[in-house]
């Protein structure tokens, strides 16, 4: 793979001559495997697509980081609700799958049972 297919993948395209120092000295496997995870990546990723573009690391700092290799939430991934977002059937519903006693308990009592999981 190539240096320029990389730089005209990656969504912020700053410091190109770092970037090309930091590409040159990985090797062609996983170079072959960041251009098909940026492919993904740069489609899916939340806060690429939606976020603001100067959160998205340099390109050299990213390689030289393995930043590759991170987590990140995906579009498809809704984010999580906390426990007092929640309405008192989706509690309910989360205290079943848990297995925890439900019978007797008011809406803060449930919570609180969730949270130290009995």
């Known amino acids: 793979m ?13 410091a190109k001559g770092v ?5 040159a000295k990985i090797d062609r496997t996983t170079q072959a495997f960041i251009i ?20 998205i690391p340099h390109p ?19 984010k999580p609700k ?8 989706e509690l309910f519903k989360l205290a079943t799958e848990r297995r925890i006693r439900t019978a007797g308990k008011d809406r803060f009592e449930l919570i ?3 949270i130290e999981g009995r």
């Open 19 to 23: 970037a090309r120092k930091a590409w």
């Open 112 to 114: 609180k049972a969730i």
């Open 82 to 89: 906390s426990l007092k977002q929640m309405d008192d059937r």
């Open 60 to 78: 050299a700092s990213w390689l030289n980081g393995e930043r590759w290799e991170d987590e990140y939430q995906t579009l498809q991934q809704p």
């Open 36 to 55: 098909s995870h940026l492919e993904i990546r740069v489609k899916d990723d939340d806060a690429w697509v939606n976020g603001d573009k100067c959160y």
């Open 2 to 14: 190539d240096f320029q297919t990389f730089w005209e993948i990656y969504p912020r395209r700053v």
